[in-house]
């Protein structure tokens, strides 16, 4: 399985803003990544009317989108894991959830001052590095929140 890294930070703190920045980085450096986005309420990713949809709606329990070049799923789960979810991201090289804080998975924690100032993560054995625009003291590296490039050869030393 490939190492996961859960970006995690209070709602709004600039967690997706942080991964849109850091996956082209990278992509650009060869590596295949793969993103899990924890939601904490349902969602739906197809639009009503299109196949895939109706096919929910009518009660699949599973329904896969499959072209040339791409796939998509939902599936209906009632409980989960991180690492019941990591089985259909085997061929990554990096895995990178948006949420998951209270898992067992390494952490980078987003401090953004205009949400708090105190790192939830701190002193948790998880916690690799925290990025933020604030000073902070939490016994691990800080980065700036406009330091992808750093963040991502911090990862790579780590991880790939």
């Not at 490939?2 to 850091?22: A, N, R, Y």
Request: hydrophobic share 40%; with cysteine; net charge negative.
């Amino acid at each position: 399985m490939p190492p996961v890294v859960s970006i995690v930070g209070k709602s709004q703190s600039g967690k997706t803003t942080f991964i849109e920045k850091l996956v082209p980085i990278l992509k650009s450096r060869g590596h295949r990544v793969g993103v899990i986005k924890h939601a904490f309420h349902p969602f739906e990713m197809d639009t009503e009317g299109k196949d895939s949809w109706r096919h929910k709606a009518a009660g699949a329990d599973t329904v896969m989108v499959a072209s040339r070049d791409r796939i998509a799923m939902v599936k209906d789960w009632n409980d989960y894991d991180l690492d019941d979810l990591l089985v259909f991201f085997q061929d990554m090289d990096l895995v990178i959830t948006e949420g998951f804080k209270r898992g067992s998975k390494p952490k980078i924690e987003i401090v953004r001052s205009a949400r708090n100032h105190e790192p939830l993560c701190k002193g948790a054995p998880e916690l690799l590095a925290i990025v933020s625009d604030i000073p902070l003291e939490a016994g691990v590296p800080r980065f700036e929140l406009e330091a992808a490039e750093a963040v991502a050869g911090f990862l790579e030393e780590r991880f790939l």
